[in-house]
């Protein structure tokens, strides 16, 4: 068994993320759901905590002389909204200081080293295909503890604490191994996005169930339109995300429970295959394999181009792709429809959840102001910027009141209202076993050419699980909801 001292550089390198993928722009979008570590080993080194001032404007003691690195990743939603408005705040609250800032699409490779060598900025994005190991940071003490900042007073209202101020999903995904260590900024709605004015000059309704869906995939098919596509090339977790949630869908929550707490077979749960060979279905009857060699960018022109009718991204995409968007194109949710006469979730549930993740470096040099900086863009004028310039809502409660919004994000908070308490879970595995969800990314495009039966794809999915669950060398996670 191997114990914290005993992790060789090699070891360590492969933990904080050598391999490729976990999520882009919602990278790291989790459900309401407490955590908790159960065992395994290396034991997570203790969080650092930053000591609290007596001061309410400068809760964290700020050494306002003390330059601060902030590295954001600019995928979806750029980074201007860092630049010109949270690193602004910063500076207004503390004249004089200078701020480094780096927007990059490559976080893995740039800042893998630094974390390695203890040189690692003060604010991390941790985002896009390349997010790293967040589990495996946290192993070795690199992320510092964001409980002083979630009880630190309010920009906006001193008698309230940071807790108080957003949603409580927040507070249940923060947590590594029980330490609140990630901030997660955005909410984020996951399902199939379509043209709703295609859609109105059509006359189309949306398909509420599996015969509906693929009768207007032989409509579309008679003008040469897809059904549906993924981009297999850059991307193709949106589709085991798509998957996932279908089998959520078919057979509840506890269908992708069962698979972050690592139970025994829980990939062949039938709701599962049942999941995997209906969008295989879709794909071969309805889909292009072209769109295997594509990535995310191409596959949504061609979304914008009328080529395809339903997409699975998350909301982010209608800033994304914004520049390009027709007049005659107006992003809309749709949610999943009834796969089965007996799906455990009706028709309407949809994927709503937080997500894009911020952490503080606590071996960076300014760790105090990582926190702080964190706490401005909790502020209702930090987040209503970012709304305002991204076209995504944040977890601040009423920062977005006023924020003339788009028609997409308009369809999801509509398509939110309508779910209710009818709400997907999204799969944690993403961030606490990324070698897991690393290789369903790879497996998910095999079964979905045809070059595996659904069956297999959850038997190898749940080989690689079982090996991870049989690895003490990784701290083990579970979730109850």
């Known amino acids: 068994m191997t114990h914290p001292g005993d992790i060789t550089r090699r070891e360590l390198l492969r933990r904080i993320g050598m391999t490729a993928f976990v999520a882009g722009p919602g990278a790291g979008l989790l459900s309401a759901c407490a955590t908790a570590g159960t065992g395994g080993d290396p034991t997570p080194a203790p969080a650092t905590s930053i000591a609290a001032s007596a001061d309410p404007k400068n809760p964290f003691g700020v050494d306002a002389k003390k330059p601060l690195e902030v590295v954001i990743f600019s995928g979806g939603y750029g980074d201007a909204y860092a630049k010109d408005l949270h690193e602004e705040l910063y500076k207004k609250a503390f004249p004089g200081v200078t701020i480094k800032h780096t927007a990059t699409q490559q976080i893995g490779t740039q800042l893998r080293p630094r974390f390695v060598g203890d040189d690692a900025p003060d604010v991390l994005n941790n985002s896009g295909p390349e997010a790293l190991d967040l589990a495996a940071l946290a192993a070795e003490g690199h992320l510092a503890d964001l409980a002083p900042l979630f009880d630190a007073p309010s920009i906006d209202d001193p008698g309230k604490k940071v807790r108080d101020t957003v949603t409580p999903a927040v507070l249940d995904n923060a947590k590594i191994n029980d330490k609140d260590l990630v901030l997660n900024y955005t909410v984020s709605h996951r399902a199939l996005w379509y043209n709703a004015k295609l859609f109105e000059a059509k006359g189309w309704t949306l398909p509420k169930t599996w015969a509906e869906f693929t009768a207007l995939g032989e409509e579309a098919k008679k003008d040469g339109v897809l059904l549906f596509a993924y981009p297999g090339q850059k991307g193709p977790y949106y589709q085991l ?6 089998a959520a869908k078919i057979g509840g929550n506890q269908v992708v429970i069962d698979i972050d707490n690592l139970v025994d077979n829980a990939w062949n749960a039938e709701a599962m295959k049942q999941a995997v060979t209906a969008w295989a279905d879709v794909q071969a009857k309805y889909g292009d394999k072209a769109y295997f060699g594509l990535d995310h960018t191409q596959t949504q022109i061609k979304h914008l181009q009328n080529k395809l009718l339903f997409y699975p991204v998350g909301s982010w995409i209608e ?4 520049k390009d968007q027709p007049q005659d194109f107006q992003y809309a949710i749709a949610p999943i429809p009834d796969v089965t006469a007996a799906d455990k979730m009706p028709y309407g549930a949809i994927q709503v959840g937080v997500g894009e993740n911020f952490v503080v470096a606590s071996k960076g040099k300014n760790p105090q102001g990582g926190l702080e900086y964190l706490r401005l863009m ?13 076209k995504n809502l ?14 997409g994000l ?23 076993y990324k070698e897991l969800f690393d290789y369903g990314t790879e497996q998910i495009n095999v079964v979905m ?3 595996i039966t659904p069956e297999k794809f959850c038997a190898n999915m749940q080989k690689k699980a079982d090996g991870i669950k049989k690895d003490d060398s990784v701290a083990k996670q579970t979730r109850s909801q």
């Open 241 to 246: 995300w798509n998957v996932l949630y279908t």
């Open 378 to 390: 909790l502020s209702k004028e930090g987040a209503k910027g970012f709304t305002e310039k991204t």
């Open 394 to 407: 944040t977890v601040v409660n009423g920062a977005a009141e006023g924020v003339d919004l788009p028609a």
């Open 449 to 451: 050419a045809g070059r």
């Open 319 to 322: 800033n994304e792709m914004a």
């Open 410 to 432: 308009k369809s999801a908070a509509k398509a939110q209202d309508a779910a209710g308490q009818n709400i997907i879970t999204d799969a944690r595995f993403e961030g606490w």
